[in-house]
């Protein structure tokens, strides 16, 4: 005679359970890279617009001899200051206007249209940024040092404080523009891999 015991199991044993993990979906990174852009988008709005409205505040009037004789330094008085205020205007304007597009490309990171439209516009409006950045720095560059050769005065001595609104105008319009270059090159990483 054999007898049987039957032991039942103890709940307190733990079970084996199977883990759910997904698979990582292809191109997941490119969602990143948008929402980057959107960021860095906003960023230079702000560099843009900051440059665009620090040059068209900048003025400084000295008194001469009476106050019906005096020495005035302003934007307006020089055209590379004047096509530096309406390109960075524009820029910004554009930047403004792109925001949807780079809301579309997170929305649909694979899609490629916006993100080849962002680029093409991108590349021309860099190209704004920097000749009139550029444009700009160099008359900057002669009211701080002048040039001897051709008797021109250096004016930052008198003009301090327009010399320092110009000044700081153009940092931010290089600020812009190495954030549209950080568009380009995240534009073409995302429209370059599948």
Known sequence: MSTTIDVPESSNVAKGKAVLVAPPRPGGWKKGVAIMDFILRLGAIAAALGAAATMGTSDQTLPFFTQFFQFE??????????????????????????????????????AAGPRLFLIILDTVFLTLTTASGASAAAIVYLAHNGNQDSNWLAICNQFGDFCAQTSSAVVSSFVAVVVLVLLVVLSALALGKR
């Open 73 to 110: 330094a302003s934007y307006d008085s020089f055209t590379s200051f004047q096509f530096f205020v309406i390109t960075m205007a524009l820029v910004g304007g554009y930047l403004v206007l792109s925001l949807p597009f780079s809301f579309v490309a997170i929305i649909r990171p694979h």
